[in-house]
């Protein structure tokens, strides 16, 4: 056993442990924030996309509909065309003016990427005035028919 004698100095004797206590809590606490911000880090968070509450546009005197079945058929105004017709078809009810807005609609089920492709056949086809339509002015809520 070893053992120590008292030898009467009032001096202080040094301490050449090294105090851990503040590194381990130093530690702890980056811990805590890591495990906080991971978290809000991702980017693969489900989206439920608000309905706009914005003024309603204008509305042409014969707006050029282009629309996105469920089915993911598309239609001119009310003609049904296949995606390798749409060209055509748009020159055709436009009479080849490319500056004319197209406004854009589609089912609630139908893919985001279906509309798209959709929009990037428009852009091939030299149609770039897109206009995407939605439901105006009401809350999320009232479609999804919940009260408020």
């Known amino acids: 056993m070893a053992g120590g004698l008292d030898s009467g100095d009032d001096e202080l004797v040094e301490t050449h442990d090294i105090n851990v206590t ?11 924030i890591f495990m906080v911000a991971a978290p809000l880090s991702t ?8 309905v706009s509450t914005a003024k309603p546009q204008q509305r042409p005197d014969k707006p050029l509909f282009l629309t996105v079945k469920a089915d993911l058929s598309l239609a001119v105004g009310n003609d049904v065309v296949a995606a390798s017709g ?8 436009t009479g080849g003016d490319r500056e004319k807005r197209v406004f854009v609609r589609a089912d609630k089920t139908v893919p985001y990427g ?13 149609y770039l005035k897109i206009a995407l339509v939605g439901l105006e002015g009401t809350s999320q809520a009232e479609l999804q028919g919940q009260p408020q």
């Open 86 to 93: 749409l060209r055509s078809a748009l020159d055709a009810v």
């Open 22 to 32: 503040p590194f381990i809590d130093v530690i702890l606490v980056l811990l805590i």
């Open 43 to 50: 980017v693969d968070i489900p989206v439920d996309l608000p």
């Open 114 to 126: 279906e509309v798209m492709k959709a929009m990037n056949n428009l852009r091939q086809a030299g």
